[in-house]
């Protein structure tokens, strides 16, 4: 599959060479940008996500959300549906990308000025088809459903092409797995548009994470699918995380810490478990390439915490700590968590120097 | 993919033309069969779990566990490491299945005695290979990883065979999608037996649901995986619903809700996640098929729920119920629940009668 036309959202290149970008979007209304606001987007950002979505749902939404624009590194992408006036104020206050279903923006000359001031500002905007919301798409099969949904993404982009926009990204969603597969990789065979993945309605988190990671993989893995966003009915930070471990274990990208960890089982000595969670912010947020094994088990678990950068596995009221094959240190388990914190944070100091 | 062999663990088929069956591991030490365990147990059941399997790492451990046996509808598997006389003592209780690797039980002639008690009673065994624990593995590339795996098994199925027992599932276990995949794909090509599916050591919940879904789809749309354990470094339960999702999503199984729900953003006038987690009880035990929509948005809620065999969504005070795109009712967001699950129930007495 040839590379897709690149754009550039604020800082963060989306298509051509660029690797897959990571979204997720704001799941609570905003009355103001506070420092809480503030942490909470960072920290997703710190998690993995490069791209943060808002929904706009009135002018002053735009204004509301504006401080926002020079407390994070992350571009923001408004979300709005409806009334092209909240487009044009996102576009002036600053907004990297905007996302409308232009269908629903109303008269052609209401798009062609978003358009307009997209153009003048350096805007993207992402044109989103959903399935969901096509009048009369046919469902029959998924085929004809996949062909009304192309149909509609290429009514939309007209108005784009009639006035040379190209800074445009894609996104053709749907909440089947088929459709989705089907629509994008015809999409791709006849425009250059950096597409935008994502099953849409995907539900709570264990059938959002499944459905998404089948219905996006094949896609993936055969190029197609420049950004990305794994919607699920929970937090962001759990959105964030489904597509890190996606792309990582398509190798589609690297960065952050691979956790090998045993399933619980009746033969464990060591709470892997609880381990985990109680380190987990400090491995979610590592910004380097480790394989850290937790294990429970004197079963498997010595054999595989060797091949790790760092491991832990316990054996009654001690724990082991292993690096890469070899035991550099014995202690007790009320000791556990803070020698694994220091043994991680010489790691990251070795490997960021 | 031809079919592979058949073998009947307990009340339940696998392999041949048999649905793929879910199986967990039980997390916690077992002290004493109570109320407590049953229901837990059961409840598994009814969410989706067909197998069930405990550690068996005692003699003791087969007598505690044994009343389970009568207990449960779902087959009892004992996972039996070391100490071939816990595996004798699991087949003469009545265990409809034991997990062994043969490599760690030591001398053939153990071996051939649990093979000989096993097929007296008409024991089912699962010769497990796990990467983890192969003394000399070879790690230089999957494919050569996954010879050393498929002959680890290879050699523990020697004795078996020239027993001639043939009431045996095979795993191949490793913690890394490629090699899961290559063994378990050259193993097919060369037996029959039925094979049980898992990635091991896949950590905690959303690694373990991405790697796994990715790891076993390429392998279930091929045919190839009779019986599957997602391991989670979380509780069964998660294993169970991941399971079930998986085989759903690649239309392997059907029974059980399909829920749409949107995710999480700023316009969400309607709590769908809350709501979802009210109700997620009474969903996930339903055995039915059913698509249920809990959208929260005006902009795509109605289009999607319009599908469903019964959908809600909510526009400010007031929740709207849909029956296969008409709206049945309109109640105060106070009665959502109450009317959600009289509807439910409704349809729950059509579909069964």
Not at 24 to 44: E, I, K
Not at 145 to 169: C, H, P, Q, Y
């Amino acid at each position: 599959m040839s590379l897709s036309r690149k754009v550039q959202v604020g800082s963060v290149p989306v298509g051509g060479d660029a690797p897959v970008s990571i979204q997720t979007m704001w799941d609570r209304q905003v009355d103001r940008v506070d420092q809480d606001l503030v942490s909470a987007v960072n920290n997703l950002h710190a998690k993995g996500c490069d791209i943060i979505r808002f929904a706009l749902p009135n002018i002053r939404a735009v204004d509301t959300l504006a401080p926002l624009l020079n407390s994070t590194p992350m571009p923001l992408v408004g979300d709005i549906h409806f009334d092209y006036k909240i487009a044009l104020k996102a576009i002036e206050a600053g907004f990297h990308k905007i996302r409308i279903n232009p269908g629903n923006i109303g008269e052609s000359w209401k798009v062609e000025e978003i358009i307009t001031a997209a153009a003048h500002k350096g805007t993207v905007i992402r044109i989103g088809a959903n399935e969901g919301s096509l009048a009369d798409s046919d469902h029959s099969s998924p085929e004809s459903r996949s062909t009304a949904l192309i149909e509609a993404a290429e009514r939309n982009l007209e108005l784009f092409e009639k006035k040379g926009f190209k800074d445009i990204v894609v996104s053709l969603k749907s909440s089947d797995i088929e459709v989705t597969y089907l629509s994008n990789k015809e999409f791709r065979k006849r425009h250059d548009y950096p597409l935008h993945l994502g099953i849409t309605e995907a539900g709570p988190l264990i059938p959002a994470i499944v459905k998404s990671t089948i219905g996006l993989s094949d896609l993936l893995r055969e190029g197609i699918g420049e950004t990305i966003r794994i919607s699920i009915s929970d937090s962001p930070e759990y959105e964030v995380l489904t597509a890190k471990e996606l792309l990582f274990n398509l190798k589609l990208r690297s960065g952050g810490i691979r956790i090998i960890g045993c399933p619980k089982c009746g033969r464990t000595q060591f709470d892997t478990h609880g381990f985990l969670e109680s380190v987990r912010e400090e491995l979610n947020t590592l910004p380097v390439d480790l394989t850290v094994a937790v294990m429970g088990c004197s079963v498997n678990g010595p054999g595989e915490a060797k091949h790790a950068d760092l491991g832990i596995t316990g054996n009654g009221k001690q724990v082991l700590l292993f690096r890469r094959g070899e035991i550099i240190r014995r202690e007790d388990i009320c000791s556990a968590k803070e020698a694994f914190l220091e043994e991680l944070d010489q790691l990251r100091r070795e490997f960021s120097s």
